[in-house]
């Protein structure tokens, strides 16, 4: 699978695609040592520098997340939460009629992190969870730079 990945302040991206859509977006401690390129992960790539230089609020990718159904609700509403706001697991969990502990496993099974924006389901006065190599300190990171300020939590 092609694979690609981009260095932040805290860590590394890697971004994995099939021939038509982004599957996986991974925070890693340590540079990935496979890469591969193709033109969507270049375009991935491109896009992801313009977003943590503050210059893209959004991303135009095709995307093909693997999960349940229940999983891919949670996803959807990830998606329209706007940059620099977040919503409470609660909040989602009353928006889909359902536990919000199911909603907090959906947002750990999101296999494509920051463009699928889990990091702006939060707890009502907690950060909440983060599921990566990096856990909170990339989701404090995501969470601080869509603010453009210090921390929120």
């Known amino acids: 699978m092609p694979t690609a990945a981009i260095e932040t302040e805290i860590g590394w991206l890697e971004v994995m695609a099939d021939d ?5 977006l991974n925070w ?4 990935p040592v496979r890469l ?3 033109p969507l992960l270049d375009r991935a ?3 992801l520098r313009a977003y943590f230089a503050g210059k893209r609020t959004s991303f135009d990718l095709p995307l093909r997340a693997d999960g349940s159904d229940f999983a891919k609700s949670v996803w959807d509403v990830m998606l329209a939460i706007p940059y620099a706001e977040t919503k409470t697991y609660g909040d989602v969990a009353t928006l889909l ?3 919000a502990q199911a909603v907090g496993q959906a947002c750990g099974q999101n296999p494509i992190a920051v463009v699928i924006p889990c ?3 939060t707890g009502t006065n907690w950060l909440g969870g983060y599921s990566s190599e990096l856990g909170l300190r990339a989701k404090r990171y995501l969470l601080d730079l869509e603010r453009g300020q210090g921390r929120l939590f």
């Open 45 to 47: 790539i491109e896009e």
């Open 36 to 38: 591969s390129g193709s």
């Open 20 to 24: 038509n859509a982004i599957t996986h």
């Open 119 to 121: 990091h702006r389901i």
């Open 97 to 99: 009629n359902a536990p």
């Open 28 to 31: 890693r401690s340590t540079k």
